[in-house]
């Protein structure tokens, strides 16, 4: 079992910064591709960023530039900054680990931080 504990969402002015930090009860050495997710309000739960445990990171073309994803394994934490915020950044950010284990894939998701961008 994997817990996800996300922080670091709050208000934030349009072109502001902001970084979520997602902390992990494991070794996230162990977990083999941890991202972020949003969704908006009446909108379908999306990704925004990956990292696998190898470091490869992958980006929604609608954040590529402006986010930055990276994970500290002595900290088992994962990092999204955030900059050059704009309105439609504005969702519920999600942390997602994908971990194998025993030939099986499993998917644990955090409770989840709101970001507001907003003036």
């Known amino acids: 079992q994997v817990q996800l504990v996300e922080s670091g969402g709050g208000l934030v002015q349009p072109g502001g910064s902001l970084r979520l930090s997602c902390a992990a009860s494991?070794?996230?050495?162990?977990?083999?591709?941890m991202g972020w997710y949003r969704q908006a309000p009446g909108k379908q739960r999306e990704l925004v960023a990956v990292?696998?445990?190898?470091?490869?990171?992958n980006y929604a073309d609608s954040v590529k530039g402006r986010f930055t994803i990276s994970r500290d394994n002595a900290k088992n934490t994962v990092y999204l900054q955030m900059n050059s915020l704009k309105p439609e950044d504005t969702a519920v950010y999600y942390c997602?680990?994908?971990?194998?284990?025993?030939?099986?894939?499993?998917?644990?998701w955090g409770p989840g931080t709101q970001v507001t961008v907003s003036s």
């Open positions: 997602k680990a994908k971990r194998l284990l025993l030939g099986s894939l499993y998917d644990y």
């Open positions: 494991v070794s996230i050495s162990t977990i083999n591709v």
């Open positions: 990292i696998s445990s190898g470091g490869t990171t």
